[in-house]
């Protein structure tokens, strides 16, 4: 049997594929996009778990890796654990929902005819879930080394046979909703056709890896492909999304005081869960040679200005000389960013919910308006009134 999370209410907005869903997460009720807390800042600093307590209202961990063969095989062979370094499962997580986002770096299928042989990982993902299943995604392609190129890992065939596997093998004496995984990787009538036999299969609750890119206007368009379909088959009241491993910025530029933020943009491409931050392979490769450890440790520790939409450096920022220092801190700045975008999620909510859109508040902000001459606001925003006449 099919599981999806109930969504009580769908409010969509007519301009845009923002949209507040009201859902249940184990005891949490969902009300607005939330966004999920990066477990490694706590298990890193154990004392952030009483700012988290305090600074969040919906608490939700989460633990994403990459998963290569390699990985796979020794967890099959080991000890308890060993299992549990796998999921980089913590004792504080189990009071609250956490959720294990895994991207595969390989084709379980070309390996196998099916996915038997890796039940035994998919009995363990079970396990440490809770109250939600993430089917694992798969990196379409991966760069070799060795030949400088990019070798294709899977199909869109394998990629669905797959996804039907492992929903096979996670709903056995099931009760948690499922998730489904979609790769942006694959291109925009590839996403489609995902999306219909999505719709085919009744999986409604989906999760978008970003495997390190930024919400850019070719993501939203593959999003907005992908979500068309469910209008168009009359589900969308009924589709539960989930981003994870956005990039932060849209831009990196180590030189520049201020960087257009991606992450914010969560919800305005459908998101209802937006997951933690994730940064390509090798960040500033063409300039890492002339930047010194403290511009580099400077840089990264940039903040979100919810009154521009910018990432900005500390010494562009009006905080005091104490907390600039506490903010050089990795942990210590992931969850400050994680909580402030947190809360302008909440704004965008109540704006929405107040004025009935939400394209005014989001089109004053000053990167939306510089960001290629605005190029961001023209993509997010339509005036038609259906989501499936923008095509």
């Known amino acids: 049997m099919v599981k999806n999370l109930e969504v009580k209410e769908n409010i969509p907005d007519k301009r845009s594929l923002f949209n507040i869903k009201k ?24 004392g952030l778990l009483e700012e988290v307590r305090k600074d969040f209202q919906k608490i939700i961990f989460e633990r994403s890796r990459l998963v ?18 796998f999921f980089k499962f913590r004792i504080f997580m189990k009071s609250y929902p956490h959720i294990f986002p895994h991207t595969f770096n390989f084709n379980p299928l070309e390996k196998s005819k099916n996915l038997e042989v890796f039940s035994g990982y998919f009995s363990y993902l079970h396990s440490f879930s809770d109250p939600l299943l ?26 669905i046979k797959f996804v039907h596997e492992a929903y096979r093998m996670l709903d056995y004496r099931n009760r948690k909703p499922i998730f489904v995984p979609l790769s942006l990787r694959f291109g925009i009538d590839e996403v489609r056709k995902i999306a219909k036999e999505y719709i085919r ?29 469910f209008e168009q088959a009359e589900r ?3 589709l539960v999304v989930f981003t994870t491993n956005i990039k932060r910025e849209i831009i ?8 257009p933020a991606s992450d914010v943009l969560a919800p305005l491409v459908g998101s209802n869960l937006v997951g933690v931050n994730k940064e390509p392979p090798k960040p500033f490769a063409e300039e890492i040679g002339e930047i010194k450890g403290e511009d580099l440790r400077k840089h990264k520790a940039r903040v979100f200005d919810s009154s521009t ?25 992931i969850f400050f960013n994680l909580k402030l975008i947190d809360q302008e999620f909440s704004v965008q909510a109540e704006t929405f919910l107040k004025e009935g859109n939400v394209e005014e508040y989001i089109t004053k902000k000053q990167m939306i308006k510089e960001y290629r001459d605005g190029e961001l606001g023209k993509t997010l925003f339509r005036q038609e009134e259906r989501i499936s006449e923008w095509f």
Do not use: C, H, Q
């Open 252 to 259: 990196s530029n180590i030189r520049s005081e201020r960087t």
């Open 236 to 238: 969308l009241n009924d």
């Open 134 to 159: 993430l089917i694992p995604n798969i990196k379409i392609e991966m760069y070799e080394e060795e030949s400088g190129k990019r070798k294709r890992v899977t199909g869109m065939k394998d990629y």
């Open 309 to 333: 939409y910018y990432y900005l450096k500390l010494d562009a920022t009006n905080y005091n000389v104490e907390m600039r220092e506490r903010l050089l801190d990795f942990e210590y700045n």
């Open 201 to 229: 299969s009744e999986y409604y609750s989906v999760w978008i890896d970003f495997e390190g890119a930024a919400i850019t206007p070719v993501k939203v368009s593959k999003i907005r492909s992908f979500i068309m379909e």
């Open 23 to 46: 859902f249940k997460i184990g005891n949490l009720e969902i009300e607005r996009p939330v966004r999920t807390v990066d477990a490694r800042i706590v298990e890193r600093r154990t």
């Open 68 to 85: 290569t063969e390699r990985d796979l095989k020794r967890l099959l062979l080991a000890p308890d654990k060993e299992v549990n370094r």
